[in-house]
C-alpha cells in the first residue's frame, strides 16, 4: 500500500520538469490521476509511464488560463474516478522583467496561469473536498514566493499572492478538513534552464553554465532534481502532513536562509 492508495489527485502542468516528476512519484504512491498539460505527445507519453507501474491515469489536454478547460479537468476527476483527494496546482510560467520593463500583456499572461487559474482549480476543488469530510491542495509557490530578486517582477508579484492565498485558504477550510499549502521551489533543473535568454536574454545555456551558475550563489552548490521538489509535495499531499496546513515549504538549498 503506497502513501496515496485510494486517493484521487489532479496534477497540473504535469507534462515535464516538477509536474512529470510529481505524477510519476504519486503514481508509485498509489494514487489515481488526472494529468494535465497543453503537449498532448508529452502528456501520453507521462500517463504511459504512470500506467506502466500499475496506476490509474488519465491524461486531459488543458490550457489552465481559460476557464471551460479548468472545468473540464475536475469533471474527468469525477467521471472517472469520483472523487478529488488531492489537486497539486502545478502549472505556472516564469516571466522576466521590472515594474517598468513589463508589457502589459506580460503581465496578464503571468497572473492568469500563476494565479488566477490557480484560484479556477480550488474553487471547483473546494465543495468537493467539502463534501468528502477533507481532502490536501498542494499550490505550487516559489522561493520568491517569500523574498524578492531582480528582473522577475511579474513572476515574483504572482509568486507572492500564490503564498497568501495558500494561508487564506487553510484558515477558510480548516475545519472541512482541507488542508492548503505551497511547495516553494528553488532553482530546480527542468528544461527551462536549457531555454535560450533564461538567464540573460541573449545566448542559450548550456549544462556547464547552468552549473557553474548554481554552485555561485546556491549553499548546497546545486539545483534540485526535480523528484526533490515532488517528494515535498508528496509529503504535503499526503497523510504524513496531517497537521500541516497554511505551510510555506521552501525547498530551495538553503537560497533563502541567509
Given at each position: 500500500?503506497?502513501?496515496?492508495?485510494?486517493?484521487?489527485?489532479?496534477?497540473?502542468?504535469?507534462?515535464?520538469?516538477?509536474?512529470?516528476?510529481?505524477?510519476?512519484?504519486?503514481?508509485?504512491?498509489?494514487?489515481?490521476?488526472?494529468?494535465?498539460?497543453?503537449?498532448?505527445?508529452?502528456?501520453?507519453?507521462?500517463?504511459?509511464?504512470?500506467?506502466?507501474?500499475?496506476?490509474?491515469?488519465?491524461?486531459?489536454?488543458?490550457?489552465?488560463?481559460?476557464?471551460?478547460?479548468?472545468?473540464?479537468?475536475?469533471?474527468?476527476?469525477?467521471?472517472?474516478?469520483?472523487?478529488?483527494?488531492?489537486?497539486?496546482?502545478?502549472?505556472?510560467?516564469?516571466?522576466?522583467?521590472?515594474?517598468?520593463?513589463?508589457?502589459?500583456?506580460?503581465?496578464?499572461?503571468?497572473?492568469?496561469?500563476?494565479?488566477?487559474?490557480?484560484?479556477?482549480?480550488?474553487?471547483?476543488?473546494?465543495?468537493?473536498?467539502?463534501?468528502?469530510?477533507?481532502?490536501?491542495?498542494?499550490?505550487?509557490?516559489?522561493?520568491?514566493?517569500?523574498?524578492?530578486?531582480?528582473?522577475?517582477?511579474?513572476?515574483?508579484?504572482?509568486?507572492?499572492?500564490?503564498?497568501?492565498?495558500?494561508?487564506?485558504?487553510?484558515?477558510?477550510?480548516?475545519?472541512?478538513?482541507?488542508?492548503?499549502?505551497?511547495?516553494?521551489?528553488?532553482?530546480?533543473?527542468?528544461?527551462?534552464?536549457?531555454?535560450?535568454?533564461?538567464?540573460?536574454?541573449?545566448?542559450?545555456?548550456?549544462?556547464?553554465?547552468?552549473?557553474?551558475?548554481?554552485?555561485?550563489?546556491?549553499?548546497?552548490?546545486?539545483?534540485?532534481?526535480?523528484?526533490?521538489?515532488?517528494r515535498a509535495v508528496l509529503f504535503?499531499?499526503?497523510?504524513?502532513?496531517?497537521?500541516?496546513?497554511?505551510?510555506?515549504?521552501?525547498?530551495?538549498?538553503?537560497?533563502?536562509?541567509?
Amino acid at each position: 500500500m503506497g502513501k496515496l492508495s485510494g486517493k484521487t489527485a489532479i496534477i497540473s502542468g504535469a507534462t515535464s520538469g516538477i509536474g512529470k516528476a510529481s505524477a510519476l512519484l504519486f503514481a508509485n504512491e498509489g494514487a489515481d490521476l488526472i494529468i494535465t498539460g497543453r503537449r498532448a505527445e508529452l502528456g501520453k507519453d507521462v500517463q504511459a509511464a504512470c500506467v506502466s507501474v500499475g496506476a490509474r491515469c488519465v491524461f486531459v489536454e488543458a490550457d489552465h488560463t481559460r476557464a471551460e478547460d479548468c472545468a473540464r479537468v475536475v469533471d474527468a476527476a469525477l467521471r472517472e474516478f469520483g472523487r478529488v483527494d488531492i489537486l497539486y496546482n502545478n502549472a505556472g510560467i516564469v516571466t522576466r522583467g521590472t515594474a517598468e520593463t513589463t508589457e502589459e500583456s506580460v503581465w496578464q499572461e503571468t497572473f492568469d496561469l500563476n494565479v488566477t487559474a490557480l484560484w479556477r482549480m480550488c474553487k471547483l476543488v473546494l465543495p468537493i473536498m467539502k463534501k468528502q469530510g477533507g481532502g490536501a491542495i498542494v499550490n505550487c509557490g516559489s522561493d520568491w514566493s517569500v523574498v524578492a530578486g531582480k528582473d522577475a517582477f511579474p513572476y515574483i508579484a504572482s509568486k507572492g499572492a500564490v503564498a497568501m492565498m495558500t494561508k487564506s485558504m487553510a484558515l477558510d477550510f480548516a475545519r472541512d478538513g482541507i488542508r492548503v499549502n505551497a511547495v516553494c521551489p528553488g532553482d530546480t533543473f527542468v528544461e527551462r534552464w536549457m531555454e535560450k535568454g533564461y538567464f540573460d536574454n541573449s545566448t542559450p545555456v548550456t549544462l556547464a553554465e547552468a552549473i557553474k551558475e548554481s554552485s555561485a550563489y546556491i549553499p548546497l552548490g546545486r539545483f534540485a532534481e526535480p523528484v526533490e521538489i515532488a517528494r515535498a509535495v508528496l509529503f504535503l499531499a499526503s497523510d504524513d502532513s496531517s497537521f500541516v496546513t497554511g505551510h510555506l515549504l521552501l525547498v530551495d538549498g538553503g537560497n533563502t536562509a541567509g
